[in-house]
């Protein structure tokens, strides 16, 4: 008889001594490490394609970023890497010894997205086991391809008809009516919530590269100011940002001055990063079939794949005329397995936002990570048509999600139907930030380079009020903010909701004084009110201009904390302020112009370049630069307007 007590020991020994062997054999395989760029037949970079080397499954790979760029660390040499990009043919190259291997692909029209979600959008809602069915459809999505190419065919088709049905040009923004001057003696107190969204500038520039000026209500102040970094003091005390604050002379209104309040929010260790629950939830309705758009968002997500850590997990969420789990909560280190997702879908169907919205939070919720970085980003045109479509009632959903302690970004994409107003409504009460892509620069900018700051948030409700001493300030005026103006009794309220401050975000605002006896057109005089006290105080007396203070919330707790600053009646010259104030003031004199505001006073474009051309200071990414690059754009356009009217 055989001993079967001996014969499971000889298999445990035998697998003991076949592991050893394998793990000896791998140790003493030599390791190297591999970067190299790949590009397209016409050389252009490929972001998003996904880099691996076969045989491990996901222990060695990575994503392309934004310039077609990738580096594999200490792989094992003689390894085949695979290269596989939506759109391209899959290649294979053996690395031998190789450090720098670049890489042209070549186009598949063969291979077609395939939406995972079935035809007619049926729903793919309920329960672990359905939500792991559409993952491994997701993963098996390529070698499926011929099979479903029919149906992606018919959500295409349909995705073209309901483009073609849009009205061209049909863009939608909020009403902004520009804040006027208002007398200290009867109304001292400003207040307002900050604004870290900068995706009215993105918009603006956009248009203008495309020829076209933008419309008024496209131009919101504050986010052109805040689209670019500060140097400001880091905080070093208890509080998670310093305040700055600068007077001297107004550009546009020499006879008027100017008060700049910066913000500087303190940076994380970046080494210590707490993990992030992030859920993709992605519009695949007909109206994101545009290059710009459905295609735009899979490579901003792959960017952004790129900078997670194998810590954090991500989920992904699409909606079109209903809502579906993509990919359930996998380590973001899996990059092929969730950009197999990612690169299956297409658009096609109507748009159900509010029940994609509230499928993101759910998915969210149950993989949320405690006093970790639980978020969801939205990318979409904002154009909901089918199911909750108002954004009165969107706001409600949201307003209720927020206390749970996940927040929301938006990335809205495309033109021609774009609901700018619906989406910057949405985040502004859902503890969110907003940005417009419309380009793979702008992607990398908000998903690479300020990813931690757009992804973090270290303060929430931060709002400020501004008590002016009216012995020194006749009016004035606060430029930009006009979405964000609160009332005055709403700053000691702990229960209205306000701005988030991310990690290293700088916050800029600006207002416009009338200093006392100065004659101003922009400030009407009235009489002497008759039953009104006129005596100030002594404590009006002084040599303070005014006083500033600041309300914010830590993320772990409701009630708010309490900072005051006050700033001295001691002006600058304007040729003696920092670069940081007069960047800030080029850029709000160049959103007056845009605007048509009846508040820009002396401003023009060859003012706005000179402001800008000398405050860049240190533009490593290039952003001011650019920025002059675009107020020599605009110059062109008036120009041409000019002689087209002649």
């Avoid at 999600?401 to 989406?423: A, H, P």
């Avoid at 062109?636 to 002649?646: D, G, H, I």
Wanted: hydrophobic share 35%; proline share 2%.
């Amino acid at each position: 008889m055989f001993n079967l007590k001996r014969i499971k020991r000889m298999k445990k020994t035998l697998l003991f001594v076949a592991i050893v062997m394998i793990a000896f054999v791998f140790q003493s395989v030599a390791q190297i490490s591999v970067k190299g760029k790949v590009t397209d037949k016409d050389a252009s970079p490929v972001p998003g394609v996904s880099v691996i080397v076969k045989g491990y499954d996901t222990k060695y790979g990575t994503v392309t970023d934004a310039d077609g760029n990738y580096k594999l660390d200490s792989i094992p040499q003689n390894s085949i890497l695979l290269f596989q990009g939506a759109g391209f043919k899959n290649k294979t190259v053996v690395v031998g010894t190789q450090t720098i291997i670049n890489v042209s692909l070549e186009s598949d029209e063969s291979i077609q997205a395939i939406s995972v979600i079935s035809t007619g959008y049926g729903q793919i809602r309920g329960g672990k086991r359905k939500a792991r069915k559409a993952q491994k459809e997701a993963e098996r999505a390529y070698l499926q391809a011929e099979k479903n190419m029919k149906w992606s065919q018919n959500a295409q088709k349909q995705g073209n008809h309901n483009k073609k049905s849009k009205e061209p040009n049909n863009n939608d923004y909020s009403k902004i009516i520009d804040n006027a001057f208002k007398d200290s003696k009867k109304e001292p107190l400003s207040t307002f919530s900050i604004d870290v969204d900068n995706a009215s500038y993105s918009q603006v520039r956009s248009s203008i590269e495309q020829g076209e000026m933008p419309t008024a209500d496209a131009v919101r102040i504050e986010e052109l100011i805040n689209y670019f970094d500060y140097d400001y003091q880091e905080p070093t005390g208890e509080h998670p940002f310093t305040i700055n604050t600068e007077l001297a002379s107004c550009p546009w209104n020499p006879q008027n001055k100017l008060v700049h309040i910066g913000l500087q929010g303190k940076n994380l260790d970046y080494q210590n990063l707490k993990p992030s629950n992030l859920v993709f939830l992605i519009d695949v309705s007909g109206s994101m079939s545009d290059s710009n758009k459905l295609p735009l968002v899979k490579k901003s997500m792959a960017i952004l794949l790129n900078e997670l850590s194998e810590k954090d997990k991500v989920s992904i969420v699409v909606y079109a005329g209903s809502e579906g789990l993509v990919l359930e909560a996998t380590k973001a280190s899996q990059k092929e397995k969730i950009m197999a997702a990612l690169d299956n879908l297409s658009s096609g169907g109507s748009t159900n936002g509010g029940a994609g919205i509230e499928l993101a939070y759910k998915i969210a919720e149950e993989n949320l990570i405690k006093d970790g970085n639980n978020r969801i980003v939205l990318c979409t045109d904002g154009d909901f048509n089918v199911g909750v479509t108002s954004t009165d009632e969107l706001v409600k959903i949201v307003e209720k999600k927020r206390q749970k302690g996940i927040y929301l970004t938006i990335c809205g994409y495309g033109m021609g139907n774009y609901k700018d107003g619906s989406m910057e409504e949405i985040s502004k009460n859902a503890n969110g930030n907003y940005f417009y892509i419309d380009n793979l620069q702008e992607a990398q900018k908000v998903f690479a380079k300020e990813m931690r700051a757009n992804m973090f948030t270290i303060a929430k409700d931060v709002k400020i009020q501004v008590e002016f001493n009216p012995k020194w300030v006749q009016a004035y005026r606060l430029i930009g903010y006009e979405n964000r103006v609160m009332a005055n009794e709403d700053f000691n309220d702990d229960k209205k909701d306000a701005g988030e401050l991310g990690a290293g975000h700088t916050v800029t605002a600006l207002y416009e004084i009338v200093p006392v006896g100065v004659k101003s057109e922009y400030f009407p005089k009235t009489d002497d009110l008759k039953y009104q006290q006129n005596q100030l105080s002594n404590q009006s007396q002084t040599n303070e201009l005014m006083t500033v203070k600041f309300r914010y919330k830590s993320l772990k707790k409701e009630e708010s904390v309490l900072i005051t600053q006050v700033i001295e009646n001691n002006s600058k010259n304007w040729e003696s302020s920092s670069d940081n104030f007069r960047f800030s003031a080029s850029v709000a004199s160049f959103g007056m112009l845009l605007r048509g505001s009846p508040y820009k006073g002396k401003s023009n474009y060859e003012q706005v370049l000179s402001m800008a051309r000398s405050s860049k200071g240190k533009d490593d990414n290039g952003y001011r630069s650019n920025f002059v690059q675009l107020v020599e754009l605009v110059k062109t356009l008036e120009k041409q307007k000019n002689v087209s009217k002649e």
